[in-house]
DNA sequence: ATGAAAGCGCTAACAG
DNA sequence: CTGTTAGCGCTTTCAT
């Protein structure tokens, strides 16, 4: 490991002109030539900075703590991470993600992580939900992921769930559908109250109107089958917006038991969590991805424009929205969304 | 932060003092009243050691680095690194997982997690393939995840993907099938060889013979199911082991079209990737849950064993081989596997 | 414009 | 047994 030091004895400088040069901090202070020299050698010796002996002096470390509950069990969380982690990366700081069972040894990660010294966290659920944010995190930095807090002091990344059934919806009106039924989800969950009211936006807007008999919320196994069944035979969809695959797995087994082929038929659009049809089948549903990826992406701007003090557009990173897919498409295809940042309090 | 230094100040000792106190170093060295002394002050002071200072003399910082590709597309992932991250928590280290998409930033983010000091690193690989271990991680503690070395010269924790294939095989066998089928992977990959050696083996041993005609190795989509279509149609077999659930989703479909029921009719293990059965149908299949937990907590042991120079038993954590649940049980059940530790050549 | 010196929190060699 | 001293690699006054 290559030393400031080295790098002043090479050059014949002493160690804090070199740091000088080394943290971009000469400018009037250092003469140029010198400096030009320092950088010669440090790049032929292949310096590095020792993140840990700078963090001796300067209280931050650029580590980031990523505390998240359920990652083992849930695909989603994979996406997030990965998009924390790359944008993380890109701005130069190293994230450490640890996963909790309870709030027991929650408090212990985030302890443990604040002695090695984080600048920061985030606060992540999988799914979005109403969540108590724990004492310990919040004289920090600190965003959350996919969740929301009740009193809304801390800035949160969310996926636009309106916006997601919207689009879904009108895929289908536009490709064509004219009963279109939506197979939610009964549990409270926040996403199921913006995904029915995009749902409910877009056939209005469309002239198509809402009828709340073609709406089915479900949780899942035999009885949600029933349901879906049930409304199959009573208003003979034929498009479905599903609140996941999970559902959309119900519509497809309902649709087989009758001889009708999906996406000839009728026209299936469910939002993808794990991506199962993909995997098995021919494409036959139209799959929306959820942003996990840009979740976790923009996460990480977030919380390192919250530590550095600058605003976001600063840390100069491509703001990609990507377009919208063409609708006629009868293939999956992915829809990004636009993510919800919610107002920061910190100061 | 409280430091050694006002511990010692509190105490009336000087620093070297409570440094070995806290250490546990003590031992005829300290008297034994001030030690105890010094460890009260410190208890209800709240002291915490800071490792990234401590790290800066010791050269070594509790922290490991995960290095793993495709986590983000994977579910397999979670519980790898749920495990690992447990056991290293457990051991009092830290975990960063960090995971690439090429061979281009993998390197990139070794150099970074070499900067940070890690102690030692896992090379994982979502799911068993022979694998070049990168240049930059051989002077290094090391222990494989999921992943082969041609050469055999480091440690790897894998499935024991023989006894996955018995053991599942066994139960269709002890639940009366006569005529048990394999829907494997038609792909190069090393649990595709091991799984068909145990379906093989197990079948051999029970008496009731092998036969190539009861095997299909398939891919994915309609080829797939053509083919599982055309195995169940030429063979009637009464039991299927599956590589995985998706393969399992094709002897599905294939007896739903001809009006079989799953546990009544036809018996099904599937090895389970993605749990997707269990959330959306009533279990009718059982599924083998590969051990990613076990393999990540096992990995972490290992890796720390080497860092520590200390032999695994020395770690004092629980050596949980759970027992097989029963056999008859037609419902959903997991098998813990044992794990495959290879040979360290590490010095 | 540059260097000497102090110190971040900790460990370890060496005195006493 | 305990304290003094030095130093890990870096940043940051403060002299020069």
Redesign the pocket.
């Known amino acids: 490991?290559v030393?400031?030091?080295e790098i002043a004895q090479q050059t014949?400088?002493?160690?804090?002109?070199v740091?000088?040069v080394?943290?971009g901090r000469d400018g009037?202070?250092?003469?140029p030539d010198?400096?030009a020299k320092v950088r010669k050698v440090a790049q032929i010796l292949g310096y590095q900075?020792?993140p840990m002996?700078?963090s001796?002096?300067?209280n931050h470390t650029r580590m980031l703590g990523f505390i998240s509950e359920e990652v083992a069990t849930t695909p989603y969380a994979g996406g997030i991470i990965k998009g924390a982690q790359d944008a993380a990366s890109r701005l130069g700081y190293m994230m450490i993600s640890v996963s909790t069972d309870g709030d027991a040894d929650e408090d212990e990660e985030i302890a443990a992580l604040k002695r090695y010294g984080v600048d920061g966290f985030y606060y992540a659920k999988m799914s979005n939900r109403v969540t108590r944010v724990p004492r310990s995190l919040m004289d920090m930095p600190l965003v959350l992921v996919d969740a929301t807090d009740p009193e809304g002091r801390f800035p949160s990344i969310e996926p636009d769930e309106f916006r997601i059934a919207y689009d879904a919806t009108t895929r289908l009106i536009e490709a064509g559908c004219e009963r279109i039924a939506y197979v939610g989800c009964s549990e409270n969950m926040i996403a199921q109250d913006g995904r029915l009211a995009g749902y409910h936006a877009a056939l209005e807007e469309s002239g198509a109107g809402y009828s709340e008999r073609l709406v089915a919320n479900v949780l899942n196994n035999g009885p949600a089958l029933n349901a879906v069944s049930e409304l199959f035979d009573r208003e003979q969809p034929d498009g479905f917006f599903c609140f996941n695959d999970a559902r959309a797995w119900y519509v497809y087994e309902c649709a087989a038991r009758r001889g009708l082929t999906i996406g000839k038929d009728i026209s299936v659009v469910g939002v993808d969590n794990h991506r199962v049809f993909a995997e098995t089948l021919e494409p036959q549903l139209t799959t929306v991805e959820l942003p996990h990826y840009e979740m976790g992406f923009w996460a990480t701007c977030k919380l390192v424009s919250i530590i550095e003090n600058r605003s976001l557009d600063d840390l100069e990173l491509p703001h990609t929205t990507a377009p919208l897919p063409p609708l006629d498409a009868p293939i999956p295809a992915k829809i990004h969304c636009a993510l919800i940042e919610k107002h920061s309090v910190r100061s």
């Open positions: 490991m030393t400031m030091k014949g400088v002493s160690v804090s002109t740091s000088l080394m943290n009037g202070r250092v003469k010198i400096a900075v020792n002996a700078r001796l002096r300067t």
